[in-house]
């Protein structure tokens, strides 16, 4: 069964820095492309960013370019999104979530999520 | 961006019966566009792909129609599970952008 275990999440000051994992199991992840989705409290899905299966290509939402930097590592089949520059616009819960099979950027599986507070 | 439009923000439905959602994209997206329920306190989880294609193990109840810039989510007939919200994604151009949802309820 597909999981995906996000952490990293918690408390941090505006204008600071916080790194989230998201580690895979049960398929091959250095094939699928993955994405960072967050969604604020109450409020709807907002794509944030992808990465390719290589680590090739990174795409970013206009909102956090320049700020966010998503990675991998393929060895440890893990995900990361490196946050700075953090705004009380970015509290939100973030998901992984994997790359569907078929052609196109859709998301057939989501981890549970990790939830970031920016606040003073 | 691509903005998706969902329809209505709610909607009441009495279990049993046929529920049908909206979304419109603000231009073309093909048939690059996926269906999502999210129960309270989950993540949420994949329904539709390619405007019409059932996920693994999404149950008959579900279906998906449409092209270009309009798009429907039948549920034939309401189980308990599915009272949650729905969003659909546009995955034709970057950035990837999601509907504002729509809230189905029990009536």
């Known amino acids: 069964e597909v999981q995906l275990l996000e952490s990293g999440g918690g408390l941090v000051q505006p204008g600071g820095s916080l790194r989230l994992s998201c580690v895979a199991s049960a398929f091959t992840f250095s094939t699928s492309a993955m994405s960072w989705v967050r969604q604020a409290p109450g409020k709807g899905l907002e794509w944030v960013s992808l990465?390719?299966?290589?680590?090739?290509?990174?795409y970013y939402a206009d909102s956090v370019k320049g700020r966010f930097t998503i990675s991998r590592d393929n060895s440890e089949n893990t995900l990361y999104l490196q946050m700075n520059s953090l705004r009380a616009e970015d509290t939100a819960v973030y998901y992984c979530?994997?790359?569907?099979?078929?052609?196109?950027?859709?998301?057939?599986?989501w981890g549970q999520g990790t939830l970031v507070t920016v606040s003073s | 961006e691509i903005v998706m439009t969902q329809s209505p923000a709610t909607l009441s439905v009495s279990p049993g019966e046929r529920a049908t959602l909206s979304c419109r994209a603000s231009q073309s997206v093909s048939s690059s566009l996926a269906w999502y329920r999210q129960k309270p306190g989950q993540a949420p989880r994949l329904l539709i792909y390619?405007?019409?294609t059932r996920a693994t193990g999404i149950p008959a109840r579900f279906s998906g129609s449409g092209s270009g810039t309009e798009f429907t989510l039948t549920i034939s007939s309401l189980q308990s599970e599915d009272f949650a919200v729905y969003y659909c994604?546009?995955?034709?151009?970057?950035?990837?952008?999601f509907g504002g949802g729509t809230k189905v309820e029990i009536k």
């Open positions: 994604q546009q995955y034709s151009n970057w950035p990837l952008t």
């Open positions: 990465i390719s299966g290589s680590g090739d290509h990174t």
């Open positions: 979530a994997k790359d569907g099979p078929s052609r196109g950027y859709y998301f057939d599986y």
């Open positions: 390619g405007a019409s």
